[in-house]
T-cell receptor
Framework: DAKTTQPPSMDCAEGRAANLPCNHS???????VYWYRQIHSQGPQYIIH???NNETNEMASLIITEDRKSSTLILPHATLRDTAVYYC?????????????FGKGTRLSVIA | GAVVSQHPSRVICKSGTSVKIECRSL??????MFWYRQFPKQSLMLMAT?????????EQGVEKDKFLINHASLTLSTLTVTSAHPEDSSFYIC??????????????FGQGTRLTVV
């Protein structure tokens, strides 16, 4: 079973920041937080991951609370192409034979 | 990032026939690959873990004789849906992580295969 809880859907105006929350209150000390997204009829796309510290890459920023029980994915300037289902997943990183377990995710709709 | 390729992207088959879906890691080797199934408006559900050179591990409720998995090399895993029925119509997705089991890395996904059984 997925160890994360996300709102089922969110809307965001084009050009604004999209902030997607995720609760993972039972996360273990060595588990990472991963974010993937799935655009309609495509395979999931990796976005970002983190353990304790906040992370930023060319796609997004990841803010993890100090107690690690929740996190927020931030898309700084959402575009229509960011419309997708976003999945927050917790998993051990050095586990090549452990699959990612997907929850229901958040369906983000970016509106013009 | 690393590239995982699936073929075909779409397939329509008649009920009772078998369909093979290929999953290739194009620029890395993968000891382990994973197969997921996704029904409309639902999340990805893990079907099985494919291990190079050994038998696949199936999730509870997934028929191993119906969904045959072969992982003959470090860059190729195949999923064969045998005696397909309309209820097998779904979106099938494979995933792989570069490197050996202990290597730190994220998972990469194929583009998916839309199977329609008529």
């Amino acid at each position: 079973d997925a160890k994360t809880t996300q709102p089922p859907s969110m809307d965001c105006a084009e050009g604004r920041a999209a902030n997607l929350p995720c609760n993972h209150s039972t996360i273990s000390g060595n588990e990472y937080v991963y974010w993937y997204r799935q655009i309609h009829s495509q395979g999931p796309q990796y976005i970002i991951h983190g353990l304790k510290n906040n992370e930023t890459n060319e796609m997004a920023s990841l803010i993890i609370t100090e107690d690690r029980k929740s996190s927020t994915l931030i898309l700084p300037h959402a575009t229509l192409r960011d419309t997708a289902v976003y999945y927050c997943i917790v998993s051990y990183r050095n586990s090549g034979n452990t699959p990612l377990v997907f929850g229901k995710g958040t369906r983000l709709s970016v509106i013009a | 990032g690393a590239v995982v390729s699936q073929h075909p992207s779409r397939v329509i088959c008649k009920s009772g026939t078998s369909v093979k879906i290929e999953c290739r890691s194009l620029d890395f080797q993968a000891t382990t690959m994973f197969w997921y199934r996704q029904f409309p408006k639902q999340s990805l559900m893990l079907m099985a873990t494919s291990n190079e050179g050994s038998k696949a591990t199936y999730e509870q409720g997934v028929e191993k004789d119906k969904f045959l998995i072969n992982h003959a090399s470090l860059t190729l895993s195949t999923l064969t849906v045998t005696s397909a029925h309309p209820e097998d119509s779904s979106f099938y997705i494979c995933s792989a992580k570069p490197g050996p089991v202990t290597m730190n890395t994220e998972a990469f996904f194929g583009q998916g295969t839309r199977l329609t059984v008529v």
